[in-house]
């Protein structure tokens, strides 16, 4: 962290933070500034201290000597990293910068530090710096609001009861007065609808909140405090993995507060940190979850303050659309970009080599190569960089200058073709291409044998590529593939279906000419029984034997029932059997005919001397006779 | 003279930041082609490149690809993976077109360029696949699926020869058409049901850089055993991938499975 916010940062960092893997030998940088050259006695001013190492490097606590009369704390301390590719070589260095609060008790000059800081290569100091401080209000008084604020005495007095307040402000004190004055306008960035808390809240903001990869993402987190002044405690830098982040208050010196009224209460608000964030990867992104403690009367009791956090925003990012996208675009160039090139010399032997500087400019976060022509006889060596980027106007912009130097090999006039850069251009929603005519060369001379003959490795590499004849078209796009059988449950039930239902059709064959056979053999035995019973009832009427003749005869019928129908008639009253038969689809007449003969042989059973035996006997075989014939029928029609 | 200096400051906005236009598949392809036959092999890539992201699954464009990639590695400015890329392409081209007669040998003998170029820093290593992979590898999934298919038929007519035959000689075919097809169907169609499994669950990939660690889930590197190096992958390698997880992939490399970073490898495209 670097800039304003880092002037907020309470507690060290830097021996555990600052590790990094190259070895090189330190190259410290260290520089000092203060927030005011001349001062008042008693009011708050800053000292900052920055310090900057390009190779691995650990920093140690950073130190500030104070002369007699004046007064500090801290120091806050924050952490900063830079990355930077120049001719390919990527570059990290880190630094720190580490802010303290001071304050003058009498006037006078006063030379303040040096400020020092303890590195692996011993303790690195900066220049002394020299201020003036005056009595109490020799000094103008600040502006009104939306005013510059100290940040070691953030928004101390803007309301808050027992604190001197801004003039123009009201404190609490004084909202009784007849005629407050009016409140300054609330930009549209710092209105909220709610509160989030009753005493203070950190609130998070990101414009826009649906980005390409590589575009700008604006994330600003802002501080609301409810309960008057306070002072910052410990504060962390804004979550912002997956994205490549720009400080866009880092050259802020002082923060803006403002005073506002909502629901009944008077607010006082800031913006503590403002990045400009380009989206290294598509996905849901997470930023902007930053914590502050709130340190005063109003607050906590805890002298470390009342701890806040602001919630993460996702920011949804996608990839530019595939459609319409030009040869050799980078996914993360976004931006508006315009490119100018410079060819020296224009005459050159064959052999030499020319200059070629290529200046990229425009708006976002600008890329580090470009697509360079490619010719027979026409080398471009790896560029140097030269950058000045940086955000303007909450925007990061800039120019990017490359130079190339060119190798030309081939005599003749040498036409060098165009630098291009592809782009998505995000708010024109389209692609572009940023283009740089380089022009023609003249090569005098007479060409010099190719070195890349005997480059080791390429031979084999030449023999692989001769193997390969690409097809002079591209052909049609063939017929979308099946997909293969397994993946279809169909062919695993056919697979296992087939079989098994070979199987069991011939078992279920078997099963049902077993059980035809059963029936058969059943239906065999009932006629047998039948046949009996009929033999029986005639020998017992022609020898006068009653009883007999009516136990035959029942038993005949109730054969001949079970044959015709499958009803077990024994079971059933004798009042209900025509309408059973009837049912079961016997003729109405002929049920009645079994149902009267089963009657009269119950009577026959009890006083049946007046019955003819003969007659009776006779009757009952034919109505036996019908009811199997009717059985018969119904087996045929079963079987057919 | 107003009208004219303004279209020339048209022309000029015009020239320096001109609307990009689409191509078709068939022009950038040529377009591909006429740069790689003029040298341009970054050109050729680029736009190989954007063909294969806009879906264009061709073997053809493939084999274009790989010859680009192998052009520029043996150009005077090669970048480190080339041949991985080649490998990668031609690998794709023959997943799309097995048995191509370009792509086969071409990859044989990039692979071997690959192993004589990494012997001299160091060991070659012989990496199989899984038993499982290697058994499944043996057939295509839509032959061991016909196979299985066919060993079903040939169980459903031993079932109707036994049950109908008349001669005994019939019916003990039958037996023994029964008894060989469902171990028939039961092998072939375990090996179907492994190479779907195989093929839903894992994708080919190579790899694409000059040498892939192997990491741990946590990020770390592998522990290196006794022996031949078996915790980085060389170029060209094939893995397969069976697992994403924020820009890494699980791989499977011989009996390893261990994780890659996504830019590590290539998967290969399929239809």
């Known amino acids: 962290m670097s800039g304003a916010p880092a002037r907020f940062v309470a507690g060290t960092l830097c021996s555990c933070a600052l590790a990094w893997t190259a070895a090189a030998r330190a190259d410290v940088s260290l520089t000092t500034s203060v927030s005011a050259r001349k001062v008042e006695v008693g009011s708050q001013f800053t000292l900052q201290l920055r310090v900057s190492t390009s190779a691995g490097e650990e920093i140690g606590s950073p130190d500030l000597k104070l002369p007699p009369g004046i007064s500090g704390s801290g120091p ?51 220049r002394a710096v020299t201020i003036e401080v005056v009595p109490q209000g020799s000094l103008p008084p600040p502006p009104l609001a939306g005013q510059p604020l100290d940040p070691f005495n953030m928004l101390r007095g803007m309301g808050g009861p027992g604190f001197p307040g801004f003039p123009g402000f009201p404190g609490f004190d004084d909202q009784l007065s007849p005629s407050p004055p009016q409140l300054p306008e609330l930009p549209e960035e710092f209105k909220i609808a709610r509160p989030l808390d009753p005493l203070a809240f950190l609130r998070a903001r990101a414009v826009p909140r649906k980005v390409v990869v590589g575009e700008q993402v604006t994330l600003s987190v802002y501080a609301y405090a409810g309960r008057g002044s306070f002072e910052p405690g410990v504060m962390t830098e804004p979550s912002r993995d997956d994205f490549l982040a720009f400080n866009l208050m880092e050259d802020a010196h002082q923060l803006t507060g403002y005073q506002f009224d909502l629901e009944g209460q008077r607010w006082i608000t800031a913006k503590i940190a403002q990045f400009a964030l380009f989206p ?34 996702e920011i949804d990012v996608v990839e530019p659309p595939l459609a319409g996208r030009p040869p050799g675009y980078h996914v993360g160039d976004v931006g508006h970009y315009d490119l100018t090139a410079q060819v020296e010399p224009r005459e050159v032997p064959a ?70 850069l592809p782009y998505w251009d995000a708010k024109a929603r389209a692609y572009g291409v940023a283009r740089a005519a380089l022009g023609k060369v003249k090569v005098t001379g007479t060409a010099k044998p190719s070195a890349g003959a005997a480059m080791p490795g390429t031979t084999a590499a030449g023999h692989l590529r001769s193997l390969l004849t690409p097809a002079p078209q591209l052909g049609k796009a063939p017929a979308p593939t099946p997909s293969p059988w397994p993946s279809r449950p169909s062919y695993w039930l056919l697979l296992f279906g087939l079989p098994l239902t070979a199987f069991l059709g011939f078992a279920l064959a078997d099963l049902g000419k077993l059980l035809s056979q059963r029936l058969s053999a059943r239906r065999g035995s009932l006629t047998t029984a039948q046949e009996q019973a009929l033999a029986q009832l005639t020998a017992a ?60 042989c119950d009577e026959l059973r009890f006083a049946g001397e007046a019955l003819d035996l003969a007659a009776f006997s006779g009757e009952t075989r034919d109505v036996c006779q019908k009811l199997g014939t009717r059985s018969a029928r119904a087996a045929a029609s079963g079987e057919a | 003279m107003k009208r004219t200096l303004a279209v020339l400051v048209c022309l000029l906005l015009a020239l320096s930041a001109a609307p990009a236009r689409a191509e078709t598949p068939e022009v950038a392809y040529a377009a591909a082609l006429a740069a790689l036959a003029k040298g341009a092999h970054n050109d050729a890539i680029d736009r190989l490149e954007l063909l294969a992201d806009q879906g264009v699954v061709d073997a053809d ?24 890329r080649a490998a990668a392409a031609l690998s794709e081209a023959l997943l799309l077109r097995p048995g191509d007669p370009q792509a086969e040998p071409a990859l044989e003998a990039l692979q071997a360029e690959i192993a004589r170029r990494h012997s001299k820093e160091r060991d070659s290593v012989v990496v199989r696949p899984r038993l ?33 035959g008349k001669s005994g000689l019939l019916r003990l075919t039958g037996l023994v058409a029964i008894g060989v097809g469902s171990l028939l169907t039961l092998g072939f169609g375990t090996g179907a049901y492994a190479a779907e499994q195989l093929r839903v669950s894992s994708q080919p990939a190579v790899v694409v850089v000059p040498e892939a660690r192997l990491t741990q889930a946590n990020g770390r590197p ?7 190096d078996t915790t980085t992958v060389p170029e060209g390698a094939t893995v397969y991938v069976r697992e994403r997880r924020d820009g890494r992939y699980l791989v499977e490399w011989g009996s390893t499975d261990a994780w890659l970073s996504s830019s590590e490898v290539r998967i290969l495209a399929s239809r």
């Open chain 1, 351 to 420: 052999g030499g080599s020319i200059s070629v500087v290529a200046k990229l400019q425009g708006t976002g976060n600008l890329p580090f190569t470009l697509l360079v022509p490619e010719r027979s006889g026409v080398h471009f060596l790896e560029p140097q960089l030269v950058e000045q980027v940086a955000a303007k106007r909450g925007e990061v912009q800039g120019f990017r200058t490359f130079t190339y130097v060119v190798e030309l090999s081939e005599p003749g006039e040498q036409e060098l073709g165009e630098i291009t």
């Open chain 2, 61 to 84: 464009a493939s084999i274009a690809r790989a010859a680009a990639y192998l052009a520029r590695a043996d150009s005077a400015s090669p970048q480190p993976g080339d041949l991985g």
């Open chain 1, 541 to 600: 009427a022609r020898s006068g034997d009653v009883a007999a003749s009516a136990s035959a005869a029942e038993r005949a019928l109730f054969i001949a029932i079970e044959r015709a129908t499958s009803l077990k008639a024994r079971g059933v009253l004798k009042t209900e059997l025509p309408a059973r038969l009837a049912q079961a689809g016997v003729a109405r007449e002929l049920a009645e005919r079994v149902a009267g003969l089963l009657g009269r």
């Open chain 1, 76 to 126: 806050n301390v924050g952490r900063q990293s830079q990355i930077s590719i120049v001719n390919g070589q990527m570059t990290q260095s880190i630094g720190i910068s580490a802010t303290w609060g001071l304050v003058a008790s009498h006037p006078g000059t006063f030379k303040l530090g040096p400020a020092s800081v303890q590195t692996s290569a011993g303790v690195k100091t900066d």
């Open chain 2, 222 to 228: 592998l522990p290196r055993g006794r022996g031949a």
């Open chain 2, 132 to 164: 499982g992979r290697a058994i499944t590898a043996l057939l295509s999934e839509q032959l061991w699926a016909i196979l299985a298919a066919i060993s079903s038929l040939t169980v459903a007519l031993g079932v109707v020869v036994r049950r109908l």
């Open chain 1, 280 to 313: 290294l990867k598509a996905g849901k992104l997470k930023a902007g979850e930053m914590s502050l403690s709130f340190v005063g009367r109003g607050y906590s009791k805890d002298p470390k303050g009342l701890k806040r956090s602001s919630s993460p925003i």
